[in-house]
């Protein structure tokens, strides 16, 4: 009689143990399953903002032997849009611009990229001097990107691919 009550308990533990087992993998598996949608959700954003930072042009896939960098020569002061504040701000600034070697538009103009000079520093100064000196602050890479909007639809080619700015100081 022992022994069967002893069947008896240990099938009932058994039995108990399956079904909390159960429950168990039941809640794991759930949470596990949300868990993983989460960090394919995060690794897709952080994806798209590594492409939207590499540029229109795919700055990423261009090897560093197919850039040329031109630096305007000579630093520019623009004067900025009146803040409110009733004083005069200006804004010292130096450009340079990377430009493809392998895009067609790149033999057509870089003979000679400084006899556009002034045009393309027309296109900076038009950009720039339409921000107060806190917009400027706080958007320099829009600022870049509207002056290479500008630049690369006067050259009508996107062989110049990314603007930077080696002096970006005001007063």
Do not use: W
Request: charged share 20%; proline share 3%; hydrophobic share 45%.
């Amino acid at each position: 009689m022992k022994r069967n009550l002893l069947s008896i308990v240990i099938l009932v533990l058994l039995l108990v143990n399956t079904v909390l087992t159960v429950v168990l993998m039941t809640s794991v598996v759930g949470t596990a399953k949300k868990t993983s949608a989460l960090v394919d959700a995060i690794t897709e954003a952080l994806s798209l903002e590594m492409e939207a930072q590499a540029g229109p042009t795919g700055l990423a896939n261009i090897p560093m032997t197919n850039i040329k960098v031109y630096t305007l020569p000579e630093s520019m002061t623009i004067p900025l849009k009146d803040g409110g504040d009733g004083k005069a701000h200006y804004c010292l600034l130096e450009a340079s611009f990377s430009i493809n070697t392998e895009s067609p538009g790149y033999a057509t103009y870089t003979e000679d990229l400084s006899a556009y000079e002034s045009l393309i520093k027309d296109k900076i100064f038009n950009i720039v001097s339409g921000y107060t000196m806190d917009e400027a602050r706080t958007n320099q890479e829009l600022i870049k990107q509207q002056i290479l909007e500008q630049v690369q639809s006067m050259f009508d080619s996107d062989f110049i691919f990314n603007v930077s700015f080696g002096e970006y100081m005001f007063q």
